[in-house]
């Protein structure tokens, strides 16, 4: 199976989101560069610095599945059915929406973050499962389900907002980053969890 | 004048301390590696790596005075009036200590945050104020007095603990680190403030 790897852009205190959910300049490295990068969704293309290009095509290369909380799939509307990743999306929720418009083979639900990293890994197979950071991210930390933190790590304090870690009540060792890429106005950093 | 740094180890998610204002595995660093490293108190030796130790002596080269909060002194009685670091240290507190036992040339008291900056500029000249994170250190970033926020980011997930960033309720935006040294279980990671 595939490993599974939370994923994020983070201020320096720790936020993925301002308290609106807005991420304000923890994205700007998605359109401050030279390189165009088209994504599975029509409408959205990045403009990525050489650095995060290429750091941005090998994750979108290794990536299976998705796992995310119900929060962002409502924030997002599903991305309409069509993540910009590219990739199958489950989506963690006790109660999956009836009628809802996008409805497909590219969205699926699951009642807990444990049947949902299963049904991503068996999804993705050998594929990398990415998990949101914040709610679902921290669950699965405290569940031991989680193998690698990716962190894009953005230079700015916000002060208040979504942690990316939540709710954790014990100490979880990582190791030191198997990945450190400096991009503009990121640094993208990914560390494996010890067991 | 220097410039003013906030520094300390951090946690991923964004702590200086254990609740209980321990800094568990926040600190082994300062013991993992071969390079012996002695301190300007004579009960405290490190053994840091070589790239923590070249990071380290680079740091305290630059140092000139230092400015905390009054927990951190209480903490440590004070550093026995001799800090680590071996500079002077200037505390931020409305009710300095009376008949403190190691009172002397090397630590000063100031009633606020802003007086403490300027005294502690006074003692360094053109050397670095390096300034506590977590209070003291936010105070000055939500007053525009810190010039860059030095950050030893260790692989560990804490759960709950004493922020590095408290209380800071607008967004500060910071430059692409200046500084990304990797030691054994810490990245140094240096910031320079925009203003």
Redesign the interface.
């Known amino acids: 199976m595939g490993t599974v790897v939370s994923s994020a852009s983070m201020s320096?205190?720790?936020y993925v989101a301002?308290p609106d959910d807005t991420p304000?300049?923890l994205f700007d490295w998605y359109d401050n560069g030279p390189v165009e990068v088209r994504t599975a969704a029509a409408e959205l293309t990045f403009h990525l610095s050489e650095a995060s290009a290429a750091h941005w095509a090998s994750w979108v290369a290794e990536l299976g599945a998705l796992v995310v909380g119900r929060r962002l799939f409502d924030l997002t509307d599903g991305w309409g059915g069509n993540h910009p990743l590219g990739v199958p999306v489950v989506v963690v929720t006790h109660r999956p929406p009836s009628g809802w418009a996008h409805a497909g083979d590219h969205t699926e639900f699951a009642t807990d973050v444990g049947a949902a990293v299963a049904r991503a890994q068996q999804i993705a197979g050998d594929a990398t499962v990415g998990v949101a950071a914040g709610t679902v991210g921290s669950q699965c930390?405290d569940l031991g389900l989680l193998d690698e933190?990716s962190?894009d790590l953005v230079?700015?304090?916000?002060?208040?907002g979504r942690?990316?870690?939540t709710?954790?009540?014990?100490?979880?060792?990582?190791?030191?980053?198997t990945t450190?890429v400096?991009g503009?106005?990121v640094?993208h950093?990914r560390?494996p969890v010890r067991r």
């Open positions: 320096l205190d720790g301002h304000g300049a930390l933190v962190i230079p700015v304090v916000l002060g208040a942690p990316y870690v709710c954790s009540t014990t100490q979880v060792l990582l190791g030191d980053p450190t400096q503009d106005r640094t950093l560390f």
